[in-house]
């Protein structure tokens, strides 16, 4: 079974913080996502990666970064936290293809106070 | 304009009856795919069943089955038969075959909760 592990289930921070979400994948997929989850909004795309130190930005990129130095390891990274970024974060990844599903994490509960 | 549409924020379903969760599409794309996934209050998100736009036929997978409507655009889940544990937000998600980034572009979707 594909393994997408975040490193963190919930993480409190504070206003301004610089805030790392890590995660990792098992199953050697090109491709890893970061969305977030928000309540009547469904998931929205932040930042996605197709290949080792590649990344592209999603719909809602502005006021995060990201980081692929290894293929299995895709890193989002706040780098001011704001109030408006509390939210669930859900890294996944998949293999090329129009059939292949995404296979995600266990999410990351994020509040910023 | 939202690519993806469910129209049902909450939907509740007696044990054992069969429900149909509702989802829309819009893309000029002859090639795409639609996904379903299942999240239950644990917040893991689960693949349940995939619809390609070139498929004849409505994918199923064990008690789930998808009603694929090309011409209307529309791909509802019909889960049969339903329990307790399928309790749950459903989403419904488009990948486009033009797209360079093999993303998914998810609806907002819909909480279904089964009556005992």
């Known amino acids: 079974d594909v393994k997408v592990t975040q490193s963190s289930r919930y993480l409190v921070k504070r206003t301004g913080e610089k805030v790392f979400l890590e995660c990792v994948q098992d199953m050697d997929h090109e491709n890893m996502f970061w969305y977030r989850q928000d309540p009547g909004l469904g998931l929205r795309l932040i930042y996605f990666?197709?290949?080792?130190?590649?990344?592209e930005k999603g719909d809602i990129p502005e006021g995060y970064s990201v980081s692929r130095e290894k293929k299995e390891r895709f890193s989002l990274i706040l780098e001011s936290a704001s109030t408006n970024q509390t939210s669930m974060y859900l890294c996944a990844s998949s293999r090329d293809g129009i059939n292949s599903p995404l296979h995600f994490g266990n999410g990351t509960r994020l509040t910023v106070t | 304009a939202q690519k993806i549409t469910q129209t049902q924020p909450g939907m509740f379903v007696q044990e054992k009856e069969a429900v149909t969760l509702d989802c829309t599409y819009d893309t000029s794309d002859p090639s795409y795919g639609l996904f379903w996934y299942k999240q239950p209050s644990s917040g893991e998100m689960i693949f349940l069943i995939y619809?390609?736009?070139?498929?004849?036929q409505n994918a199923t997978e064990g008690r789930y089955s998808l009603n694929f409507q090309k011409a209307r655009k529309s791909a509802n889940l019909v889960i049969s038969a339903s329990q307790l544990g399928d309790s749950a937000m459903y989403f419904c998600a488009m990948r486009e075959g033009s797209s360079n980034t093999g993303k998914l572009i998810f609806g907002q979707g819909t909480t279904l909760q089964v009556k005992p």
């Open positions: 990666s197709y290949d080792v130190k590649m990344k």
């Open positions: 619809q390609g736009s070139y498929d004849q």
